[in-house]
């Protein structure tokens, strides 16, 4: 079945760093959704792309979905405290959303 | 509304015993799942229903069940927990199966010992 990959696993950051996480698929995604979930919190919905090449951006964070629509990346430019938590990055299989493992995000201030 | 409201929000149960974890929605979302969430693995797929009385396996279905009679509602049962479901449990729902963002409960966090 599909899987989803994302690396990396860990991330610890200087505040005012970019951060970088990147996911991959075994499979074409049709879309690819990005969540957030803060320490002791739920997954918060980011964003959603779908076309083949596309850029999206809110603030500091920047979505990109590949040419081939098999990898994602979600950069954050200069992190802040507020942006730690875990980034997953989820790619739809059927009528299942199969989410990666998770990057998790520390920003020491 | 209250979105996705899942009860009860810890739990602890002895190896063996049963218990189903509730969920509910507001939204009259069509499409519910459930999820564990384990350190290192993720989010991973138990159960998932695309509307009123139909269920389907996800990726790690063995010791649970699900059922949706309701729009509303889907809990998860338990039926003889292992020390393997120690995990924390999150329901999600959505408008339909494509291309819809997936609102996540609270969470229920689960030791068994």
């Known amino acids: 079945g599909q899987q989803v990959m994302q690396i990396p696993q860990y991330q610890h950051v200087q505040e005012g760093e970019d951060f970088t996480t990147y996911c991959n698929s075994s499979?074409?995604?049709?879309?690819i959704q990005w969540y957030k979930q803060r320490p002791g919190g739920h997954p918060v919905f980011l964003i959603q792309l779908v076309k083949s090449g596309e850029v999206k951006k809110q603030k500091r964070l920047t979505f990109q979905f590949g040419e081939a629509k098999k990898n994602s990346s979600l950069h954050i430019t200069a992190t802040q405290t507020t942006d730690v938590g875990t980034y997953f990055c989820?790619?739809?299989?059927?009528?299942?959303?199969?989410f990666g493992a998770g990057t998790i995000l520390r920003v020491k201030s | 509304n209250a979105g996705v409201t899942q009860t009860p929000k810890f739990q602890v149960l002895k190896t063996g015993q049963s218990m189903t974890l509730q969920c509910a929605q507001d939204m009259n979302h069509e499409y519910m799942s459930w999820y564990r969430q384990d350190p290192g693995m993720g989010l991973r797929l138990i159960h998932y229903s695309v509307g009123a009385g139909i269920t389907d396996q996800g990726e790690v279905p063995n010791g649970y069940n699900v059922s949706r009679s309701t729009t509303e509602d889907f809990p998860l049962r338990l039926l003889s927990a292992a020390p393997s479901q120690t995990s924390v449990y999150f329901c999600?729902?959505?408008?339909?199966?494509?291309?819809?963002?997936?609102?996540f409960g609270p969470g229920t966090r689960l030791t068994v010992t």
């Open positions: 999600a729902s959505r408008r339909g199966y494509q291309g819809y963002e997936q609102y």
């Open positions: 499979t074409t995604l049709s879309n």
């Open positions: 989820a790619g739809r299989n059927g009528n299942k959303l199969v």
